[in-house]
């Protein structure tokens, strides 16, 4: 057996081969499909073919697992992929997670990772200002997505307002204490409540205007009444891009609420917060700097690889009395700089240096390319939505996010055809899309995820989902 | 602005001058100290260089990137890292993590990633089967650390014993339900049990031996106490391989006392259940195969990168009981198939493809090659230990597994002489070691945490400890 670094040479092999490969992946020649057949035992006798008793170089192991991953996964980087935000991966995050992986640094303890935390910690002040956060008060902490990141809100809410929290739980309270969100937001929110210890039963889901944003006006009256009724309301979420519809939440009036009824106010824009990047689009989020923390994956429309997310706050000393143990294993080098441990702001021990990615995308784009990038991708997202309409299908969604939700105006009495239709794009192979119901309405939902999809994906979507609409009106028609 | 693709020529280059750097990095030809020096104001300065509104060239980037890193983090490869657990990433799980940034596989819904969900499932069968657990029975999920596992135990002992915990949550307990762990457990278990919204003051730190295990005896004791207290005893956490001293505890009388107390008994093995992967070691485990649930590290003995663990339970339904969450976007396509979506067994929602990097590292070694790595790593402890002694160290604590804990007999009641060898020896930059205390005793922590620590190492390690002690006796004696 060799060492667990492989020698030299099955190291340059190993990576030549897989590089290469890679490449061609990339670049968007090796796959035609967006999505495989779903074959099961196909799939699982690829995965079990693998035999730990007879192994094999390196280099036949990488060839083995990209072939199986070209066959076997829906390929999130094609431009053909219109699905639940997840993005093409930039270059630059790869790039960054090369990095990550030799160096392996480990941000538990600060002095272990000095540079690692200092860059996230930077990452985090910058991204607060764009959120329009006090610098002094700016705190943060990177998170592997959305849901550790709303976990992180729901334990810092619950903290701030119960200061017995960390010590006695949720059993010391007398009174249900109540998390309002729109109907719409993300089930990630019902899950925090779940494992926080509340349950489910302390999520209000606030019901949605015409324009799928949360109704405040049956946000208050909720509230009211629950108040009347002995709850103990604490937090509100606002939603800054649901994934349904790509809703934004109106951040400013939430803010208000949450300050008459003294809430917690966090703002889940794990997907729209890409538009604090982009000076016009901005209003878009107007509010969101009176949120008292707030969600942005950077795994979405920042379009680093898998997993990352951040949770900002500004609340400077939340954090630490939520997640702080003291501990005897841990370094204490850095005990008397005025410095921050990772450990003492996460769920997470030790973990992965997740900034890096965007510190990296940042350095080799700038705030201008990433400007350039969002204003692009909603460009075509109004461009999708023209071409939709030209084409006689109805938008059912108000976004100003590139996110299409359309059916057809015929056919919206025929609770069949859209997960027909969908199921026909995705088997074709040509596109991938999802369902998603509007007000009760099945709608195909499209959403721009990739920086590449171009005009003339755009048309071939749009020509797609018409031809196997006319196949749905009369069978045989395509073929 | 370049597409975020950057060109296939600036994709090269980049990709070039990284892995010549990276290269030389992981052959130790860059790096001669362990730990840099911890001039905070140099590192901020050194982060806030990165100029985002000045692009720079990708390979640009990365070398500047590369140079900070190389000066200012601790080099956990590094063969005289002698530290908390942080391997040498093994170079198989470095591919594995490249193939992940570049496929990007999102691992939330099945038939987004069959292959890699499928992937993730046969490993947890075969760990399942190496812990010893009922195949049909076996289920689990891969998390980014021990914290992360550790938290997924104590939700699903909650929603084992309470059924209400997720509607109602722990709002719903009239009494205090508690958490019974060795005193020198993982901190993780704290935190687990305050996010899990129990409060600390549901966990119970058990008195350990003179093994530093825990006192098994003192356990039932408490437990008797706390019953007729009117608490609620529903869990108890056996850890092989405490993190200050490698204590294992005795796991078949801790699953009698689960049995007999009707407890959720959930094996903390982060760190220690490598020693499944070998025969003549998995006696030290006696009694693992009884827990109901099992946390194992792929990123601490098994050599992967950050960040890795492995949630392990013989309760099939469990985890779906505890995580899943019904909604209209996720993808249905496999609505059909007797699969499982990843995000119904997990904290996390969209997750990084974190198998991979055990199946491709086990495609390369093989069992065997774990095995032998294993046994190899155990023999260097003996080694270690040996050599202390024979210098006139002595070692406070018991374990078969590579951790001294060691001090100067004649130097044990002066407190300060080991907090002074530890910053001693991490200033020198000739190895990394910590300090623990022992039964109140401080001593040096050191662990053998890389394959790559040869004999030639080990005798630096011992050489170095004693010219500090030299110098600690009789200032000036070195320099």
Redesign the interface.
Known sequence: ?N????T?W???N??DV??SI??K???GESVTRVS?P?N?SE??A???S?D???????AN??I???E??E???????HPMYY??F?P????????A??????????L?AW??????S??EN?LIR?IGEKIGFPAQDTDGVFA?????AN?TAV?CALNHFFP??????????SR?PLIYCSAEA???V??A??????????VRPVPVNQRLEMDIAALEDMLRKDISGSYLPFMVIGTAGT??TGAIDDLTSVADIAEKYNLWFHTDSAWGGAALLVPEMKPLLKGIEKSDSVTLDI?KWL?V???ASMFITRHPDILGRT?R?T????????GK???VDPFSHS???????TG?KL??S????????YE??IVNMTAAGVRLKKLLEQNNWEILNNTPLPLACFTDPGLKSDSEFIPWLS?AV?ASGKAWV????VRGINTI?ACITN??TSEENLEALVKTAGEFRSDYRDPGSIN
Request: proline share 6%; net charge neutral.
């Open positions: 057996m060492t667990f670094d492989l030299p099955e190291r340059k190993a990576l897989l590089i890679l490449e992946y990339y670049s495989p779903l099961i799939i699982r690829s995965v079990e693998a730990f008793s007879q192994p094999v170089s390196a192991a990488v083995r697992i990209t199986a991953l066959s076997y996964i829906v390929h999130l980087g699905g639940l997840n093409r991966p930039n270059f630059p995050s790869i790039l997670d090369i990095i990550s992986a030799f160096y392996n640094p480990q538990a002095s272990h990772s000095p540079w690692a200092e860059v930077y910058l592997t997505g959305g849901a550790e976990i334990q017995d929290y960390g010590e006695k739980g949720a059993l010391a309270l249900r993300h089930h990630s019902i899950r409540a779940k494992v926080s210890g509340l349950g489910r039963e302390s994934t349904g795994h379009s690889t898998m997993s997640f143990i501990t005897e294993y841990m370094p204490r080098e850095a700089l005025d410095v769920i997470q021990w030790s973990r992965r240096f890096l510190y990296l940042l350095m080799v784009f700038g705030w201008k390319g350039e990038m199921s995705v999802s369902v998603y119901p939902r920086y590449n």
